[in-house]
């Protein structure tokens, strides 16, 4: 009887959840245009701790990590995961996580400076070891899904970091066990072959330009004949000439002109399509020039979309944005259109397109040099004839007071962070401003992506730190955001005001938790179950988050914008509307029309026949002239729907209400919302191997007995007698086995291993076991500078000191070998020894023991 209650309770709530979408333009189950999504924006380390196993250091600014208990490499996939209720309960459709492509430099939490783009770093994965990055990430992608939240995957098409890349320059092998990963010693083996013999002996700062030097021909050598990354290195961050210089040391400029670079990154990126992420947030777009986009990665990442599109929610359309910064607010940066971001909005002309060269084959011609003259005489000046002035569209603007069907005959394809906007975020009024005047330059500017701050930036005058505003001050920024045009997204905490007025970014110089990139999941302890967006229930700490004033601010500006096409994806206008102190505007999708007064009422006329019902206080209204009343208060907003079929949407809150705020209770911390963790601080582990006791050489005996051991922490490995079959080893468990039976052992006999890694990387050797005649001498050999003393015995019945008194005898030599020194001493008629090395006067070896053939030795 309580199964069949519970049953039908369920269907009870699925026939709810119908009519609800049903009002609501079937949002949920039709969520075919990007616009109708809302993003929460987070720095994956940074956002929660759902295995902590897996805390790892970066290699820099250890002290600041460990005084903190803070390590930079925290948050994780299994975070994501366990908190993607939350997101819901926000009422965010889609979240953009930065790169998980494995990354290399002494600060890359943040995923920006990649080193393997097949691959996803290991630091994200399950800490039990189970798992690896890809299957962890394909589940991240398919839980999100199935809740019908959307992952929007940060990606760099600009640069690598500064220790190569695995495919173009391949520097170090990469050791991917986790308790090697905050030692760069430990987990980065050089690539001696690339980066020369004397590299490991370097100075820090010669060693970074060795490894610079094998990607841009620093040093006047053209290593990088292929020319997979720019070599021009003299540039303006004004002037064209950025798309193709270097723009920070961990910024290694790549050649996306060069097809092998561009083809080979659509590969890779393109298995992320493959698993079902829904749309790429593109990182330094400015950097890349317009035409490269067109010719390049638009078209490419577009037909992978469509090819793999029954691998994402809905089957929507792949959504690709990118980040053109245009710092200091203007909407055409520094009187430049093809250095703005609407520019990139644009098609590039057809004769260009047609005239670029990309291939290999031109590319191997050209031996260009990172000395502020090496200019390719080709792909640079075509792609800076790329400067026409950008047309002007009306895709984004009502005509007459109606929507009308917009023409994207001339669109990239590719769409923009709204960096103009997000500069004049100081206020709504100033960023709304902006748009009047500037909306037009773009092909449709409803698809831009807005923000107020985020991992980089916040709006002028201060844009290193977060957003320093009140509550007041966020909550009119966010109305406006989530009513205007565009597509919303908010930085990780800012639901709360977390770090406000915080220093962004302090690179390795200080405690993250000081900064705007600090560690967030202790806000969010607890228990959170999100049965739609915007509906949950909680306990803990994400009970009060989620209970704060600008949370539940955002909750109902969710659910708005979710029941309003016309808020998500219509054009606006602002003829026939006049706000009383405040902003007025009007939207329409379509069959879909609203009316939209900011921070007070506002006066509307020209309004299409029909009855108009405010979301906010369920009041309507008709004829052609409609005012409105409302408190005159930062983030106040009514909403006019034309022809809505419900009353009230939302309840009253702090900032949208009918006559007076309102605040939820229970919003007070349990102390360890700024709690430490811990993290894997263990002696590095040692590239796997089997190891043989003896270790090979030369025996009298006519059977040696050996004792294998396979490394822990390896995955699997095995050993082969010469003419035998192989055996398998267990990880950290010895085997013993025999080589000669009798007088079978009469020469040599050669011992193979083989182990492999839990990533998959196998090492194998091999041991040779030597027979050699029991009266003929055992030399030892000692490489040093000077004339070493050999002090040597036998232990057992016949105890004897082979070579007297202490110190023993000075060794015969040297013999010179490649300009080093070397020393032997030969030991007759006994079958094991032991010696001491050591100088005569007091200095010495430790005791060598169980010597029962030839040894090389360093002293």
């Not at 720095?43 to 897996?54: A, I």
């Not at 002035?389 to 603007?397: K, Q």
């Not at 900011?598 to 009041?619: E, H, I, Q, R, S």
């Amino acid at each position: 009887m309580r199964k069949f209650k519970k049953k039908l309770f369920a269907a009870m709530l699925l026939l709810l959840a119908s009519s609800n979408a049903m009002a609501t333009d079937v949002f949920t189950a039709n969520r075919t245009d990007f616009r109708d999504e809302s993003i929460y924006f987070m720095m994956t380390t940074r956002f929660y701790d759902g295995d902590p196993s897996n805390n790892v250091l970066c290699w820099d600014n250890q002290e600041a990590q460990k005084s903190t208990k803070d390590p930079c490499w925290r948050g994780d996939f299994q975070g994501v995961i366990d908190k993607l209720d939350y997101i819901k309960a926000l009422g965010f459709t889609a979240i953009w996580i930065t790169p998980v492509v494995q990354n290399a430099s002494g600060y890359d939490y943040h995923g920006y400076h990649a080193s393997d783009f097949s691959k996803v770093d290991c630091r994200y994965q399950s800490g039990d070891g189970k798992k690896s990055g890809d299957v962890m990430f394909q589940e991240l992608i398919d839980k999100a899904h199935a809740k019908g939240i959307k992952i929007i995957l940060d990606i760099v098409l600009n640069h690598t970091g500064n220790f190569g890349e695995e495919h173009f320059c391949k520097e170090f092998d990469r050791d991917t066990r986790l308790r090697n990963q905050a030692d760069i010693n430990a987990c980065m083996i050089p690539n001696l072959e690339t980066l020369g013999s004397d590299y490991p002996g370097l100075q820090p700062g010669y060693q970074y330009q060795r490894r610079l030097a094998m990607m841009k021909n620093t040093d006047g050598q053209n290593h990088d004949t292929h020319n997979y990354w720019h070599h021009f290195g003299n540039f303006n961050w004004d002037l064209p000439n950025r798309w193709w210089a270097q723009i920070a040391g961990d910024c290694v400029d790549l050649n996306t002109e060069n097809n092998t670079v561009a083809d080979y990154l659509v590969k890779c990126y393109g298995n992320f399509i493959k698993m079902g992420v829904d749309g790429f947030r593109i990182d330094t777009s400015g950097h890349i020039s317009r035409l490269t986009f067109c010719k390049q990665f638009i078209p490419q990442f577009a037909a992978l979309g469509k090819k793999y599109e029954d691998k994402r929610l809905n089957k929507a359309p792949f959504f690709m944005y990118g980040e053109v910064c245009a710092r200091f607010g203007s909407v055409q940066y520094r009187g430049q259109d093809n250095l703005s971001p609407y520019y990139y909005t644009w098609k590039a002309p057809k004769d260009l397109m047609d005239g670029f060269d990309g291939s290999q084959s031109y590319w191997d011609t050209q031996e260009i040099y990172d000395s502020g003259t090496g200019y390719d005489a080709k792909l640079m000046p075509l792609c800076e004839k790329d400067n026409a002035d950008s047309p002007e569209s009306n895709n984004t603007f009502m005509l007459n007071g109606a929507w009308h069907e917009p023409d994207y005959s001339q669109s990239s394809g590719f769409n923009v962070i709204d960096f103009p906007l997000h500069y004049n975020f100081s206020n709504a009024g100033s960023a709304y401003g902006l748009a009047k005047s500037g909306d037009m330059k773009y092909n449709d500017a409803t698809f831009n992506v807005v923000y107020v701050d985020s991992h980089d930036y916040g709006p002028q005058p201060s844009d290193g730190i977060r957003f320093s505003g009140s509550d007041a001050q966020w909550a009119e920024n966010l109305s406006l955001m989530f009513t205007f045009r565009g597509i919303p997204c908010l930085y990780y905490g800012s639901e709360v005001g977390f770090r406000r007025g915080s220093v962004i970014d302090k690179g390795p110089n200080g405690p993250l938790s000081n900064t705007g990139r600090a560690y967030f999941g202790g806000y969010i302890t607890g228990d959170v179950e999100a049965s739609d967006f915007g509906e949950y229930k909680a306990s803990g700490n994400v009970d009060a988050t989620l209970n704060h004033d600008l949370a539940q601010h955002l909750i109902r500006l969710n659910k708005i914008r979710q029941a309003v096409p016309a808020l998500r994806k219509g054009q606006w206008t602002d003829e026939g509307c006049a706000a009383n102190g405040g902003i007025a505007f009007k939207r329409a999708y379509k069959d879909s029309y609203a009316l939209v007064a900011l921070n007070g009422g506002a006066t509307f006329t020209d309004c299409p026949a029909g009855t108009y019902t405010d979301l906010v206080t369920g009041k309507t209204y008709t004829g052609s002239t409609i005012t409105v009343d409302a408190p005159k208060n930062q983030g106040q907003v009514r909403v006019l729907v034309k022809d809505w079929k419900g009353g009230k949407l939302i309840d009253d809150g702090a900032f949208i209400y009918e006559t007076a705020a309102q605040h939820k209770g229970g919003q007070t911390y349990d102390g360890n919302e700024e709690a430490g963790t811990t993290w894997v601080d263990a002696t590095p582990l040692q590239p796997v191997s089997v190891s043989l006791s003896p270790a090979g050489g030369s025996f009298r005996t006519n059977t040696v007995t050996v004792t294998a051991t396979l490394s822990e922490d390896a995955a699997s490995g095995w050993y082969q007698i010469e003419g035998q079959d192989k055996v398998d080893l267990t990880p950290g468990q010895a085997a013993t086995f025999t080589i000669g039976e009798g007088m079978n052992f009469k020469d040599t006999k050669t011992v193979t291993w083989s182990a492999t890694s839990t990533e998959g990387k196998e090492k194998t050797e091999k041991v040779t076991y030597t027979k050699v005649d029991p009266n003929a001498s055992i030399v030892v050999m000692v490489k040093a500078d000077k004339a070493p003393y050999i002090y040597a015995w036998t232990t057992g019945a016949d105890e004897k000191k082979l070579t007297g008194a202490w110190p023993g005898k000075v060794m015969n030599g040297p013999e010179e070998i490649d300009g080093a020194k070397y020393w032997t001493y030969d030991v007759d008629n006994v079958e094991s020894f032991n010696i001491v090395l050591n100088n005569g006067s007091g200095s010495q070896s430790g005791d060598i023991t169980g010597i029962t053939g030839d040894i090389y030795l360093e002293y």
